[in-house]
């Protein structure tokens, strides 16, 4: 979530929004409605936005869950917002879950604009996450400004000096539908025919790209990714950096080095302040040896603490060290759960791969029994 000084995304018109009373539909609730197979269909393409919860309906974990979702319904009905939110009980409705969550992971909030459901999935689980995330959404694209003060409301935004009637405001209005929770897209009438990047860490930074929904998504990206600068080679090699036999990526570099049609991904997010990390350091390097001759296998690390996933939709992680596998042509990861042991490491490479591995025997001396 983006913050606005103290405030979330939504800065000065939420602001407005607490203030001034707006009615709200009494058929819509406090709560969140359950929904089966039956009912599913009418009640997300009853309403031009809908969020819906989807989760396991077991143990006391539940029931904190469905406080803190209820709470977050309550707050956002006090902002006059009128989304309609729903639960599915994965377990109860599985063909739902496989259909709408395919992943599996659970529980998953995913937010649906015209009953088709968009890119927005997230896992928040506390009433002030879920209640920041349906407010951020429940708003046009583009906001209306008259002054820069409206805009250094906001931690960071995009400012647009441009004609409404203008390509470059409709192809940002595409990229800025793309980014609705992460960064607020501003717009002042002008014929200036510029964009540009305001934020608290530095100066404005001016869009250069082509007028096109994808170069302005990218750019807007690339902008709110942490990154640390890419290592540079050493003399006379090229390519990225290899470092204890993993491929080091930054930021900048996830996409191209993580995201790779060809070939599976095993990387390992770190912190280097992590004892967990570093107790774990000997086992990863230990596993990149043995899968040194695997073509279709690269192994990668990144400092999750000095960068972050340009992609948070689908790339997160909650605690160091965190190994996800993507394999080849797949935008999402896998991630490693139980013993991090190299046996553990090298199993879970096999069965979520794209091709067998077909280790030599000798580079898996010392835990082949494991295997």
Same mark, same amino acid.
Request: hydrophobic letters at 40%; charged letters at 25%; glycine letters at 8%.
């Given at each position: ?30 709560? !969140? ?27 006391? $974990? &539940?029931?904190?869950?469905?406080? $803190?979702?209820?709470? !977050?319904?309550? +707050? ?9 939110? !729903? #639960? ?9 879950? @496989? @259909?709408?969550?395919? *992943? ?15 890119? %927005?999935?997230? #896992?928040? *689980? ?27 409301? %906001?931690? *960071? ?17 595409? !990229? /800025? ?9 501003? &717009? ?23 007028? #096109? ?34 491929? =080091?990526?930054?930021?900048? #570099? ?6 790779? +049609? ?10 280097? &302040? ?10 990863? $390097? ?12 690269? =192994? /990668? ?47 879970? /490479? ?14 898996? /001396? ?6």
């Amino acid at each position: 979530m983006v913050l606005s000084r103290g405030r979330a995304l939504l800065g000065a018109w939420l602001l407005a929004a607490v203030m001034v009373p707006h009615p709200v539909d009494s058929r819509l609730g406090m709560g !969140a409605t359950a929904l089966t197979k039956k009912t599913f269909d009418g009640f997300i393409h009853g309403s031009d936005k809908v969020l819906v919860d989807f989760v396991k309906r077991e143990g006391d $974990e &539940w029931h904190k869950q469905q406080s $803190e979702l209820e709470s !977050a319904v309550r +707050k956002v009905r006090g902002f006059g917002c009128n989304v309609p939110v !729903a #639960t599915v009980d994965v377990g109860a409705e599985a063909d739902l879950a @496989n @259909n709408f969550v395919p *992943r599996g992971e659970f529980p998953q909030l995913l937010w649906f604009l015209h009953g088709e459901p968009t890119q %927005y999935h997230r #896992t928040f *689980r506390t009433a002030k996450g879920i209640s920041d995330f349906i407010m951020a959404l429940d708003r046009d694209p583009i906001q209306e400004v008259k002054t820069m003060d409206e805009v250094s409301n %906001y931690n *960071r935004a995009v400012l647009a000096e441009i004609r409404r009637t203008s390509p470059l405001y409709h192809a940002l209005e595409v !990229a /800025a539908s793309r980014h609705m929770d992460s960064v607020a897209v501003t &717009w002042m009438d002008s014929d200036k025919e510029t964009v540009n990047w305001h934020s608290d860490e530095g100066q404005p930074v001016t869009y250069k790209g082509e007028v #096109t929904p994808d170069g302005l998504e990218r750019w807007m990206r690339g902008l709110l990714t942490r990154s640390e600068s890419p290592p540079e080679p050493e003399e006379g090699t090229v390519g990225p950096v290899i470092d204890g036999g993993s491929m =080091v990526v930054v930021g900048q #570099t996830f996409e191209d080095l993580v995201l790779r +049609k060809e070939q599976d991904v095993m990387l390992l997010v770190y912190a280097p &302040w992590c004892g967990f990390s570093r107790q774990f350091f000997p086992v990863w $390097e230990s596993f990149a040896r043995a899968v040194a001759g695997v073509s279709h296998l690269v =192994v /990668a690390k990144m400092d999750g603490d000095r960068n972050s996933s340009p992609f948070p939709e689908d790339f997160t992680w909650n605690a160091y060290p965190t190994v996800l596998h993507v394999k080849a042509g797949q935008r999402w990861p896998t991630i490693f759960h139980g013993n991090r042991t190299v046996a553990n490491l090298v199993r879970f /490479a096999e069965e979520h791969g794209s091709k067998p591995l077909n280790l030599d025997p000798s580079a898996t /001396a010392g835990f082949e029994a494991e295997l």
